[in-house]
């Protein structure tokens, strides 16, 4: 039996969905139900019907997935997959910020731990930041963890006041501006798409600034025939698989060693012994779900 067919018949034996990031492998993404950014996994975990939840991906997008289906049994792959940016956040300067400012929102992007998110008015991501604080009442925004993704946002809501945390992911930060320049001078025609977690002077290179998903979309729309990617490229097996004929090229950056951690043999495994189960408090759980339900609501 192949590790496809096995995976197959623990799905239905387990009565499970599995969902799995962009960023992940492959192979990986070949056998998941529903491969996606942060914000469709987010509803996908809403909407399937079935019992157990297989999120193949770092451990603030299981967390999301339990808080929003605390029926369901969710489960990782492997536990130790975490994304740094999602602990680069204070509570107490969340707290002092508060104090500092009567009129403030705190926006925390989902790449977040559940205890960051209890501590937030609204969640986003990085394909609905800019619509969903636009439509917030409040003048101030204090942005966590990631400021790259904050300063984009600002960028493009100038008439709010925005306070930064300083947090950042360290694949999209290795992706330097001179070596984009270098690649756009080796490849003149092609595009470059930039994920808003670069920093601001990457984004202004950019031919295009957007999610994974977007980033996607925009390729399949696009006349251009070849791009520099500046995201995690994981990204390149759904590029590839839409668009075939295109060529797509990378700046240099690392890969999130993270969600590399994520294998068909412990997608098995944990399949198999139904282990690696998200548990959470269930006061937490209720007090991290409402920035989440907004999300969904404004997003």
Excluded at 94 to 120: F, G, P, W
């Amino acid at each position: 039996m192949s590790v496809t067919d096995k995976i197959n018949q623990l799905k239905q034996e387990r009565d499970a969905v599995i969902l799995a990031h962009y960023y992940v492998d492959d192979e990986v993404q070949e056998i998941a139900d529903y491969v996606g950014d942060s914000f469709y996994l987010s509803k996908i975990a809403t909407m399937v019907k079935a019992k157990t939840i297989l999120f193949c991906g770092v451990s603030f997008m299981g967390e999301s997935a339990k808080i929003l289906n605390p029926e369901k049994t969710v489960i990782m792959p492997d536990m130790g997959a975490d994304c740094p940016m999602a602990h680069m956040a204070d509570v107490e300067k969340i707290n002092e910020v508060r104090k500092q400012y009567e009129d403030l929102a705190v926006v925390c992007y989902i790449n977040s731990t559940a205890k960051l998110k209890t501590y937030s008015d609204v969640c986003v991501t990085s394909s609905n930041a800019v619509k969903i604080v636009k439509a917030l009442p409040n003048k101030n925004i204090y942005f966590i963890p990631d400021e790259n993704l904050g300063r984009f946002v600002a960028s493009q809501v100038p008439e709010k006041n925005f306070i930064f945390n300083d947090g950042y992911c360290h694949v999209h930060t290795s992706i330097l501006a001179k070596n984009v320049q270098i690649v756009k001078d080796i490849h003149p025609r092609a595009e470059i798409l930039v994920h808003p977690e670069c920093t601001m002077d990457v984004i202004a290179m950019a031919d295009y600034v957007g999610s994974t998903s977007g980033i996607i979309k925009h390729v399949t729309e696009s006349k251009a025939k070849e791009f520099i990617v500046c995201t995690e490229m994981g990204v390149l097996y759904e590029l590839q698989l839409k668009k075939p004929k295109k060529l797509f090229f990378d700046a240099g950056q690392k890969k999130c060693s993270d969600m590399k951690r994520v294998t068909l043999d412990n997608v098995v495994e944990a399949l198999e012994n139904m282990t690696n189960v998200v548990e959470m408090d269930e006061e937490l759980r209720i007090r991290a779900k409402k920035p989440l339900e907004r999300m969904l609501e404004l997003g």
